[in-house]
């Protein structure tokens, strides 16, 4: 172990990765491929009232433009499209399956040709019209709708209680905006057409058996018909964790063809995926004079979609950081009309602690000590509900 | 991307022949905007006409004292050339502030003056903007206008000129030296761009056939007195929210010339004559540079998210004037504002 140690080593698959070598989703040729370019919605809320395709058709090397009126058959229970990382409640967004719309940014359309370039030409001229339903996308304008979801952490004791009896208290509010994950690679699929119903689907994931099922379950596939391989990733950080729409796209266009497809998101329409959510933090610590915590209340209220409930853990950090007797944590979820919010990097921690500990900073300048020493002395050696070290 | 046609101009009449024969062609020259815009189905010409090719590429010294620039020649060249940097630094630095390397290196003088706003409207093909779609609306007005105009605004259009290189060119009272099928012309500088009024698709005063084939700098280049001073989100590739070049000349102690422009902060960059008069006879100190700010900042307008930028003006002006008045310019390399 020890020669390891201050010695450089490469990574495995450096070489590949420098020199080109190593293939990305978005990088498996094989002859015939057509290539997909996906239509947005330009709308928040609503519903499609109609697709008009025929000048996008016209355009030379257009093969076909999928609607959600012209597609194969797609599975019609919530059951079929939830995936393994999927939130335990809600209803999983399904890619072009009806005329609903979502969010903004939502694919209506896939145009299909022989060449990218054309696909994403024709795409231009794909017109829709929706008739469109008041939306709500800002956090704020919603927070006195969130509603409470059920966490691990209990409270103890009573902080409102201990709150009131403070010698000294601070109270803040912190808001995270929204965090879109942008890895260098974007979403992209090449699903290979292999006879007899049976497909190759090379997938920007990090989980291919998540993929794999997913995909059996959307198209009603057996198994051994369906074999998903991801052998690098252009960057994860919890954004390749769910299946994506791009995966089911280029599917349902190796279907509909019955040949091989591939369909990479650009830059912007990486923003229609899931993304950290954007989160408000209320913190309240009340203290004795002498830097002793008496009580922690925390409570965030975090984005989540129409459709699902997803949620991490932002407010039970304090438990294991510091020694308080009182306490109490509140999550809430508000429901805004965009995609469902998903994993990134430390869900849940990096914006609880983030908040919280601000309010460590901040009740350091009330009580006008050294902020590393308030912690030195609050510091808890044991996760205070579950009594573990 | 539509599909266009791509032509080679032979020279400055060849370029102004088929400008006038295709109603939608544009020039292209470093492309740096343009090709942007075509992606984003923003501007869709018919025929592109390749500029770059023409012999502009000159940094030429005038009879009268001053430098002629040749329209063609890249932006990273004119910041670097001995000329500029000796007598025309405020031109150089606030140059070096834009962009990146990479883009300074294809981006041309003349295609600088003429690049569109980044108003986020104005890109996002899906909303309303009367500066892409004349009579379709401002969606900037009720939106997210953080980046957005304060000084010179209209009902019709709240845009920023997004260019550093032009508020340097303003305050240095440069002329554009222009061709078209009448003959060639030369525009002073504050009459190049206009203020939006209710025709903001039209950016400049250049007539639909014109080229532009320099720009003139005049004898004085304020190289002593002078500082660039770029307000931005991150300290690199990034456009300015509120940018101000200052520039003044002494007589001992006294101001005796004085020159501001803004830019982030209007539909061109803004100089204010009222505020730079009310410098000259003052002692440079914090009061007159104040003075003038507040004058320069009399008739600002803020919307619901940008109205930060009318105290960052304030404080930038009085800032880039002290690093002026101490011969002190702020540095694009090292970017500690001091």
């Known amino acids: 172990m020890t020669a390891y140690i201050g010695t450089a080593t490469s990574r495995v698959e450096g070489r590949a990765k420098v020199t080109g070598e190593a293939k990305y989703a978005g990088e498996f040729n094989v002859s015939g491929l057509a290539h997909g370019h996906v239509v947005e919605s330009t709308v928040a809320k609503g519903r499609i009232t109609r697709i008009d395709t025929s000048a996008a058709l016209r355009v030379g090397g257009v093969i076909d433009v999928l609607t959600h009126q012209h597609r194969p058959q797609m599975a019609d229970t919530d059951e079929s499209y939830k995936d393994d990382a999927a939130p335990e409640t809600g209803s999983p967004y399904r890619p072009l399956y009806d005329e609903r719309i979502m969010f903004s940014g939502q694919p209506v359309a896939l145009v299909l040709a022989e060449d990218w370039e054309t696909a994403r030409f024709a795409a231009s001229l794909v017109r829709v019209e929706y008739q469109s339903a008041p939306h709500v996308t800002d956090l704020h304008a919603q927070r006195e709708k969130a509603f409470v979801v059920e966490k691990p952490e209990k409270p ?18 912190y808001f995270i905006p929204t965090e879109h994950h942008n890895p260098m690679e974007l979403f992209a699929s090449t699903v290979t057409w292999d006879g007899g119903g049976k497909l190759t689907v090379y997938d920007k994931t990090q989980g291919v058996q998540n993929v794999q099922r997913y995909l059996c379950g959307v198209f009603n596939m057996r198994p051994e018909d369906v074999r998903v391989m991801s052998p690098f990733m252009g960057g994860g950080f919890g954004s390749g964790l769910r299946p994506q729409y791009q995966v089911v796209l280029a599917a349902l266009a190796a279907r509909a063809l019955q040949r091989a497809a591939r369909v990479v998101l650009t830059r912007a329409q990486m923003y229609t995926l899931g993304y950290r959510p954007a989160t408000i933090e209320r913190l309240a610590i009340g203290a004795k004079a002498n830097g002793t915590l008496n009580a922690i209340a925390h409570e965030a209220i975090a984005v989540t979609s129409q459709f699902e409930e ?3 853990n932002d407010t039970g950090w304090a438990d294991l950081l510091y020694k308080s007797p009182n306490t109490r944590f509140v999550h809430k979820l508000a429901r805004l009309d965009v995609p469902t919010s998903s994993d990134m990097r430390a869900p849940g921690a990096a914006t609880g602690v983030y908040a919280l500990e601000c309010a460590m900073d901040e009740l350091a300048v009330a009580l006008k000590v050294d902020p590393v020493q308030l912690r030195l002395q609050c510091y808890s050696d044991r996760d205070q509900t579950a009594d573990l070290p | 991307m539509i599909n266009f046609q791509y032509a080679r101009a032979s020279d400055v009449t060849d370029a102004i022949r088929q400008i006038a024969a295709d109603p939608s062609a544009k020039f292209i020259a470093g492309g740096t905007n343009l090709i942007d815009l075509m992606k984003d189905d923003v501007e869709h010409p ?54 990146s390397q990479q883009l300074r290196n294809m981006a041309s003088t003349g295609g600088n003056l003429l690049q569109r706003t980044r108003c986020f409207y104005f890109y996002d093909t899906v909303t309303p903007c009367n500066k892409r779609q004349p009579g379709s609306g401002c969606s900037a007005i009720n939106g997210v206008n953080r980046i957005n105009a304060i000084l010179g605004t209209s009902e019709a259009c709240i845009a920023t000129h997004p260019s550093d290189m032009c508020v340097a060119l303003a305050a240095l009272e440069a002329k554009v030296h222009v061709t078209g099928p009448a003959g060639s012309r030369g525009i002073a500088f504050s009459d190049f761009h206009r203020l939006p009024g209710d025709t903001p698709e039209r950016d400049t005063n250049l007539d639909a056939h014109e080229i532009i084939t320099g720009v003139e700098l005049p004898a004085n280049g304020f190289s002593t007195n002078y500082s660039y001073l770029k307000i931005r989100d991150r300290l690199s590739y990034a456009f300015a929210l509120v940018s101000v070049a200052a520039a003044l000349e002494f007589d001992g102690d006294t101001i005796k010339d004085a020159r501001l422009a803004l830019g982030g902060v209007a539909h061109k960059p803004w100089r204010d004559k009222a505020a730079e008069a009310a410098l000259i006879g003052q002692r440079a100190d914090q009061t007159a540079f104040s003075d003038a700010a507040s004058l320069l900042l009399r008739e600002a307008r803020g919307y ?3 109205a930060f930028k009318i105290g960052l003006a304030h404080r930038a002006i009085v800032r880039t004037l002290g690093q002026a008045a101490r011969a002190t310019p702020q540095s694009q390399s090292i970017k500690k504002i001091r």
Not at chain 1, 166 to 172: F, G, T
Not at chain 2, 47 to 71: F, Y
Request: no cysteine; net charge negative.
């Open chain 2, 46 to 99: 018919s025929r592109l006409i390749d500029i770059s090719r023409l012999p502009l590429k000159t940094i030429e010294e005038t009879s009268g004292g001053g430098v002629l620039i040749g329209a063609l020649v890249p932006n990273s060249d004119l910041a670097y050339h001995p000329l500029i940097e000796q007598r025309y630094p405020l031109l150089a630095s606030a140059i070096l502030s834009g962009a």
């Open chain 2, 304 to 306: 619901a998210h940008n």
């Open chain 1, 156 to 173: 103890r004791g009573s902080a409102e209680k201990a709150l009131a009896a403070a010698e000294v208290r601070h109270e803040a509010e």
């Open chain 1, 310 to 312: 997803f949620s991490r």
